[in-house]
């Protein structure tokens, strides 16, 4: 394997998780997986965002952060790959999109003291998928407090994660994921698999699904 440390990213009910799950099994890795659930702000914030934006922010933040400073304090003897379902900036883009301009300026200050800190993967693998295959995941999964997400807030997380891709020019697989169905297209995972073998440059690297 070509590289150590692998994050997936994308935008709300991309198929991140599945994907992770998957690939860690495939390549007896490390998972590190959002604990969402955990968050007591998520449901209050889509109910009434003004009002819970930066507490949900922050305790996200906080949680991504300890998990991935325990991932460079723990290692596995038997693990020498790590897939994570999130990229640490995810905190900056969706506060982006999420804050009022002060609240995002004091957010960003706490961000730049700790993101230092962490280590950045190897490779980013991004599932790039339209706002109407989004919303049907988002409906298939059912989690109560989703099902109220607008397109328009989906668009502009898009839009925020492209921009931030494509500026940083990070090495990325970005995988047009429009019919993507990892749990139960084997294909979908090993071409992914596949293009998992390879050395890319700086970047983005773009693939199809069948």
Do not use: W
């Not at 992770?20 to 955990?38: P, S, V, Y």
């Not at 200050?109 to 490779?123: A, E, G, N, R, Y």
């Amino acid at each position: 394997m070509k590289y150590n440390f692998i994050t997936i990213e994308g935008n709300i009910g991309a198929g991140k998780t599945t994907l992770a799950n998957l690939l860690a099994e495939k390549l007896n890795a490390r998972l590190i997986l959002e604990e969402f659930a955990e968050n007591p702000f998520l449901s209050k914030f889509y109910q009434s965002p003004a009002h819970y934006a930066f507490p949900v922010e922050l305790f996200f933040m906080a949680e991504r952060y300890k998990q991935l400073k325990d991932m460079v304090h723990t290692k596995e003897l038997f693990q020498t790959v790590t897939v994570s379902d999130y990229l640490f900036t995810k905190c900056l883009l969706f506060a982006k999109v999420n804050l009022p301009e002060e609240e995002f300026r004091l957010y960003q200050k706490l961000f730049d003291i700790i993101h230092q800190q962490l280590v950045f993967p190897d490779l980013l693998i991004y599932l790039h998928a339209p706002v109407n295959k989004l919303q049907q995941n988002i409906k298939k999964r059912n989690r109560a407090f989703e099902q109220s997400i607008s397109d328009e807030y989906l668009f502009n997380i898009q839009e925020t994660y492209t921009n931030y891709i494509k500026q940083h020019n990070i090495k990325t697989l970005f995988i047009d994921a429009s019919n993507a169905d990892f749990s139960e297209n084997e294909a979908h995972v090993n071409i992914i698999l596949d293009a998992l073998n390879k050395e890319y440059e700086d970047g983005q690297h773009y693939f199809t699904l069948p």
